[in-house]
């Protein structure tokens, strides 16, 4: 499964993509608001998880690689894991390499996400977490559509320090 928009290719993560997801869970700038640095055998253990191709329906995430469509390069890392019993809510989550943040790739990459999530897995809503203070990733949700529904206050700790959770939603119209 390969979903294509005019700069890139989201294709379902796979073995191969070990050295690319490591390297980017252990990148102190990218994992800045989204969690502590794993070591190694913690994260083999989420990669695995993670390579599964998954159906709607399933338990976790169902796992994307980004790349540039005109030179493969690995830009980040997309997501949807169900999240209701009764399968109309997902939750989305994306991280970029910061060599590919701030040039509209994950608005791109994330759109076509909305856009498979509606259209191909005819999920209802789609909610986001953000870490608070993670600026870049709320406007960016916001630019698409996503609305602030609720603060939760101390709910997320990152390096020993407490952040508040800022949960946003796309209904689909």
Same mark, same amino acid.
């Given at each position: 499964?390969?979903?294509? +928009?005019?700069?890139?290719?989201?294709?379902?993560?796979?073995?191969?993509?070990?050295? !690319?997801?490591?390297?980017?869970?252990?990148?102190? $700038? +990218?994992?800045?608001?989204?969690?502590?640095?794993?070591?190694? $055998?913690?994260?083999?253990?989420? !990669?695995?998880?993670?390579?599964?191709?998954?159906?709607?329906?399933?338990?976790?995430?169902?796992? !994307?690689?980004? *790349?540039?469509?005109?030179?493969?390069?690995?830009?980040?890392?997309?997501?949807?894991?169900?999240?209701?019993? #009764? $399968?109309?809510?997902?939750?989305? #989550?994306?991280?970029?390499?910061?060599?590919? $943040? #701030?040039?509209?790739?994950?608005?791109?990459?994330?759109?076509?996400?909305?856009?498979?999530?509606?259209?191909?897995?005819?999920? *209802?809503?789609?909610?986001?977490?953000?870490?608070?203070?993670?600026?870049?990733?709320?406007?960016?949700?916001?630019?698409?559509? !996503?609305?602030?529904? *609720?603060?939760?206050?101390?709910?997320?700790?990152?390096?020993?320090?407490?952040?508040?959770?800022?949960?946003?939603?796309?209904?689909?119209?």
């Amino acid at each position: 499964m390969t979903l294509s +928009t005019p700069r890139l290719k989201l294709r379902l993560l796979t073995n191969s993509d070990w050295l !690319f997801f490591k390297n980017l869970n252990q990148n102190q $700038q +990218t994992m800045q608001y989204v969690a502590d640095i794993e070591d190694e $055998q913690t994260l083999s253990a989420l !990669f695995e998880s993670r390579i599964t191709a998954r159906e709607k329906g399933q338990e976790g995430w169902l796992s !994307f690689v980004i *790349e540039m469509a005109d030179t493969n390069e690995l830009v980040g890392l997309h997501g949807l894991k169900m999240i209701t019993e #009764g $399968q109309s809510q997902a939750e989305i #989550g994306f991280m970029l390499h910061p060599a590919f $943040q #701030g040039r509209g790739l994950a608005y791109e990459a994330t759109k076509a996400i909305i856009d498979f999530a509606f259209k191909e897995l005819n999920y *209802e809503a789609l909610i986001a977490t953000v870490t608070a203070g993670n600026i870049a990733s709320v406007n960016l949700l916001e630019k698409l559509g !996503f609305t602030h529904i *609720e603060t939760i206050k101390n709910n997320y700790q990152i390096n020993g320090r407490w952040y508040d959770d800022l949960k946003l939603v796309l209904r689909q119209s």
